[in-house]
DNA sequence: GGGATGACAGAGATTGAAATCTGTCATCAC
DNA sequence: GTGATGACAGATTTCAATCTCTGTCATCCC
């Protein structure tokens, strides 16, 4: 029976199963353990509570959700280009998610959100790759030089907010909402750019 | 005893003093009617339902709450000074009261939330506002003339929503929430400046 | 007649007893 | 010794019985 040592992995691939299935608010350890064939002691004996074991198929899914990002932060084209091209992944990547299965992006949003730590830690690795492209984008004289990279990357994130945030995915389907979008972004390129 | 004839305004204050003692949660119109001394039955000759009932009282909270904005969007200083002006009000008025009273503050959120058609309509309202703003902008050569001055109002409004949209009360306390509102407004007036 | 009432049906909320879950740990199996 | 187990205490959730609320309307009162 134990022919295999349960991974850590295997237990957020159940644990991602079972919050599929049950949603975040009848999604159980004991459910978790069920579906792998084991106690639910052994659950416990690689996290060390539920909300950490939350917390760990939380940080999967938002990694997974924005692994595209970092290859267009560094891409070759035109720093301002690359910030439309980004802000638009991560739209559209959202946006998606949240039309193809929007009970599945409930259930992920409420991960999200209930694990703070791990939802701060990842929008600060989003705001470091804005800051890249803007940092580039200053250095390329193609934006203008006054202010601190991550503040302005800080301040273009929040200011998109709407086109990211998950308690806004009720409006991303407005019929508005893509060229809404466009234009927030094409009045905030215009100013960021140098003149 | 029905010396007064009562009046829908003796209601809506009875309706207030209900949900600020009790929540949104717990406020029913049999309270409202224990406050007047008068059957529920008598409520319901002056609304159509509860629903109509706590609209009045969002709408009639909205009003006074901006009530301010107006004479900022019509003032006498230049269009970018009260661009600025008339986004501080709001996010002063907004912050003001969710710091002074959190309670209430969440309250008349969930006022607000539920009755879709006032908040859609207030909403219309104060995006009227800025577009004026924008427009006397655009006439005056201060902001760029291209685009359409109530789309930029409502670009604006979108961008801005992190500073005035009461999901987002929590963070107008964080440390930084001051400054980055003013990053914000800042980078949107670049954005709208004429070149 | 204009305005208020309160009894009523159906919908929705409350409550507390029973069931389930979380997290621990002494024990077991290899 | 390493890893899994399952019994357990306390916290949390469920569920059905009960109670309260909403919205209507026949009736009442000035």
Redesign the pocket.
Known sequence: ??ET??TTEQILEAAEDVLRRFGP???????V?RVL??????V???F??????RAAVARRWLDRAHAALPAIATGSQSPDRRLRLWLEALYGAKKRKALDDPELFATYSVLATESHEVLDEHIRTLQAQLAVIIAEGQDDGIFARDGDPLTLAQIVFQATGRFHDPVYAPVWSAPNADRDFAAVVGLLLRGLAAR
Chains 1, 2 share one sequence.
Not at 25 to 31: E, G, S
């Open positions: 029976m134990a040592p349960l608010a009848k999604a159980t350890v004991v459910d353990a064939g084991v106690s639910h002691g052994t416990y004996r690689h060390p509570s539920k909300a950490a074991l």
